[in-house]
């Protein structure tokens, strides 16, 4: 924008031109009416300037381009105002009207405007500015670029200017222009309602391409923060000439093309003209290249474009109107060109030369047509606006037809209506009109009917319409479909913008996409993040990367900025678009492996009641008694007690299940080692070949006290560990799954190892007792059964620790499985081969004679082969006779309490005094033997 002194300077430039050209007025402003108050119309009937960028000196703008909406938007000014004089509206007023052409130029509408102000009643040039020029008003311009120019102008003298098309946003500052009104609503409220718009279809990442004046460069700008607020991002913008004749149009044409062909956005918002937007098009065709086009309000509503040839191959199009209504009388107006009385109009004589006159291309393009294929004569852009009857008509201003009713869009001629009828409201106010004079005085200055013109309030149409404190009429948009056609494309009303609540309301059911799927067209900078994904925002807002969400969050819709947390104890997975309940995990009855497990618990049982059976049965026999008498008994009750724990290890657990499953296999198994080491100790004492140590370990020898002080310690071990920190029920949450796991924890580490340590502790003794005395007689052999069976407790244990320790969601399994195993391994060790002895051995076999039969020859045995290391099986358990005899070697004196005395008898020492004999005749050496034979003993 340039500052006032440089407009000053413009302006009497102007002045001077005006003053050297004393024949000016025809060229320029075209059509005038006489009137006792004139309305001044500034209309682009021409679109550009010719060789505007050579000018050197003050001389005439040489128009080119006729410009068909404009041509019809200031007809419908004339038909507006001749509808107020014909209706009396003014009584004794008649309005007249001076058009002048801006050829879309700001230089050649200040110019205009300038003769506008400057004229009298004859319509003379004068070169000073009036007080009371007899122009009291202006309608335009159409764009901003010019009438902010004109408006620079017209707020010296205060002379109101009332645009119904520049929308331009830097219009709305009163301070630098203070007289400029207009019939639609800011920029303000399009570059809103655009941003909705692609916000309501999920156009995040779009391109803009805008013209280099001022309506381009403020629109892009206001468009631009509008459109970071609703989250749309600009993927580039682009500046086109405002200047149809700029010396580098073509190439930034071109290159724009590309920039549009290259990019990733599949929206484009065009801020231009509609001359720079054809050229644009024709780019677009020729490529191939297909976007949704989105129009600014200077070409929404273009025919032109409509009916340009290859339009349906570059994609949708949107765009807004302003408010739009029917003007009757005025398609009528248009079918009877011709001025009114008293009036001359250059323009129309210029359509009507163009329409239906002749000329030489005419006559050429027609005798293409006579030897060649239509598709071999293209027509001009110079014919393009030729009747059927050019060159035909005798008189080609006298012709007339419809073809403006279809060639442009008449309901966007409303806002000029709207306009005319302000003005006649405001006068009638300051002339004090009413049904049949006007009283007011007629000769008023422009600045009063400023004033007047920010008062007004009336209704049109059943319509409201006043200014704003801004000088803006507070309307909406329409939203514009450019639908599909056979011809072309045609404008269909998809939905309203209302300013008041900066709202955007589509009716998109009624849009037939051109996509090949009929669905919506995604532009967007990144893929859109469906639920489960939460966006990852790079540098640029509109442009991200999905990340799931992490475990215990989620998203439900997709891109979203952020993870929902999952309410109300609920969860989810990595990824998850929902939350869920978790799903309790423990070591249920109905796993596969829980019901082997079970099975197998219960055949352990059945082979106890078996056990029990056999025993019951063969209870007198010396087998029973070998081994353990009743003390099988108490063995077996451990055993079920352990085999109780095992089924606590299955289903779902709770504190007190965690406590007595524990308690259960110490007390139980405990028990149960303790036996053993009984049948231990007594078989070491009962083959010990050193009377000394047997005197003096027999002393300990008290089966019942052994039993119960080796389960007390147990008892008092799981007790502390009960009350100081007893297992109990724990939930393992893992944020990788859905589970919570519950299980049982043991609590103190110590007390489940000090338990499972002191029945190890049992069982390496009872092992340690049993290799002691392993060389026993082999048919009433217990010692090996006892090491066997120790050694797969103590082997089961030992891996039992590693597994523990790491694998903790199989705790509880592998602990069932390890004390099914051990009391397995007592069953088969300590009670299955007594079954069988007592089930298939005959009975002689198993009598008392047989078993004293089988220690006398091992004694002899030992003897002879000079192997002190005596081990006889001492037949633990109770034998209720006592065994007396001279050949017997040994005599056995027990209670069922388990008490045994080992006397030596001669045959014993007479063995001995064999082994010395001989060792004195040189085969060993007494001392020796003796020695060796302690220390094997030992």
Known sequence: MLPWVNWHILIASLLLDLGSCCDYSESTCGARSPGDIVIGVLSPCHAKVETLHKRIQPERFNCTEFDLRSFVRSLAIIHTIDTINDSGFLPG??????????????????????????????????CDLIERPLVKAIIGARYSEVSIAVARLLGLNMVPQISTTSSAATLD???????????????????????????????????VVSGDDEYGRVALQSFLKDAQDVHVCAAFHEVLPHYLGHSDSE??????????????????????????????????????????????????????????KGINMIGDIFGLRFISGQNPGFKQFLKNLTPGPGAVNRFIEEYKDLRFGCSPEVQKHRDCLNSKPAAQCPLPDSLKLKSEFACKLPDPQKANDDFLTHAVDLSMAYSEKVAAWSIAHALRALLKCNHSICSGERHLPPWKLLQELKKINFTLDKRQFFFDEYGNFASGYDLINWVRRRDGRYFEVIGEYNVMKSVVAINATSIEWGTPNKTIPESKCSESCPPGTSKKISMIYCCYNCSECEEGTYTNVSNLQNCLICPNGTWSLRGWSECQPRTETYFRWNEPFAISLLVVTGIGFMLLLCVLIIFLYGRQSVVFKVAGGKLCYVM???????????????????????????TMYGLGFTLTVSCVLVKAFRTFLAFLMDRNQ???????????????????????????????????????????????????????NW??????????????ICFILALKGRKVPQRFNETGYIIFSMIIYLFVWICFIPIY?????????????????CNFGIIFCHFLPKCYMLLCKKKKDLSRQAYLNSVRIFSITSMNKVLPDISFDSGEGSLDTVISSHNSVMTINSADSGAVTLDFPTAADSALQKVNKSSNTGIFPSPQIRQRARTKSL
Request: proline share 2%; net charge positive.
């Open 93 to 126: 007023i008649h309005l007249g009207y001076v058009i002048c052409d801006t050829c879309s130029d700001a230089s050649k509408a200040i110019q205009s405007t300038v003769h506008m102000l400057s004229i009298n009643d004859t319509m003379s040039i004068q």
């Open 173 to 207: 500052d009163k301070i630098r222009f203070p007289s400029f009104l207009r019939t639609i609503p800011s920029d303000v409220h399009q570059t809103q309602a655009l941003a909705q718009l692609m916000k309501h279809f999920e156009w995040n990442w779009v391109g």
């Open 251 to 308: 190439q930034r044409i071109q290159e724009v093309a590309e920039q549009i062909q290259s990019s990733k956005a599949q929206v484009v918002l065009l801020i231009l003209k509609q001359e720079l937007v054809e050229k644009l098009f024709e780019v677009m065709i020729r490529k191939g290249i297909s976007r949704t086009w989105i129009a600014s309000d200077s070409w929404s509503m273009s025919r032109r474009l409509a009916t340009m």
């Open 636 to 662: 077996m009750a451990g055993l079920v007690v352990s085999f109780g724990a095992v089924v606590l290890f299955v289903g779902r657990p709770n504190d007190h299940i965690c406590r007595f499953r524990q």
């Open 694 to 748: 047997q005197h003096m370990l027999n002393k300990f020898y008290k089966p019942p006290a052994i039993i119960i002080c080796g389960t007390a310690i147990q008892g008092l071990i799981c007790l502390f560990w009960l009350i100081f920190d007893s297992p109990k029920l724990e939930e393992r949450i893992k944020r990788q799954t859905m589970d919570i796991e519950l299980q049982c924890n043991e609590g103190s």
């Open 751 to 764: 007390g489940f190892g000090i338990m499972l340590s002191y029945i190890a502790l049992l069982a390496a």
């Open 805 to 821: 320790v790491t694998k903790i969601q199989q705790r509880s399994v592998v602990q069932a499985s390890a004390i099914v195993v």
